[in-house]
Nanobody, 124 residues
Framework: QVQLVESGGGLVQAGGSLRLSCAAS????????MGWFRQAPGKEREFVAA????????YYADSVKGRFTISRDNAKNQVYLQMNSLTPEDTADYYC?????????????????WGQGTQVTVSS
């Protein structure tokens, strides 16, 4: 069982930056691919970014490519999402997810564990 706790959300002006963190329990963190998803009010949860267990492979949704960066520190059991050049369209609850395989995945149902989410609000 893996428990995930997100932090770092908040209110930021358009053009600003935030760094989300996700702390994971467990002793084999590098065996889990990790992902970030987001859900805006009235919309379905969507893929944002993913990273392989080793950190060597990453993938981004087109909407965040070039602005967001996913990274991980396996020694600390942490995964991060650096978000730059934020726009009001980035406003959503952001969720960290873990997959019981090291290879990345893009679909919600490929992930086995989810955090409770952290809210990001970008004002115009």
């Amino acid at each position: 069982q893996v428990q995930l706790v997100e932090s770092g959300g908040g209110l930021v002006q358009a053009g600003g930056s935030l760094r989300l963190s996700c702390a994971a329990s467990g002793r084999t963190f590098s065996g889990y691919a990790m992902g970030w998803f987001r859900q805006a009010p009235g919309k379905e949860r969507e893929f944002v970014a993913a990273i392989s267990g080793s950190g060597g492979t990453t993938y981004y949704a087109d909407s965040v490519k070039g602005r967001f960066t996913i990274s991980r520190d396996n020694a600390k059991n942490q995964v991060y999402l650096q978000m730059n050049s934020l726009t009001p369209e980035d406003t959503a609850d952001y969720y960290c997810a873990a997959r019981r395989r090291a290879g990345i995945a893009l679909k919600r149902d490929e992930y086995d564990y989810w955090g409770q989410g952290t809210q990001v609000t970008v004002s115009s």
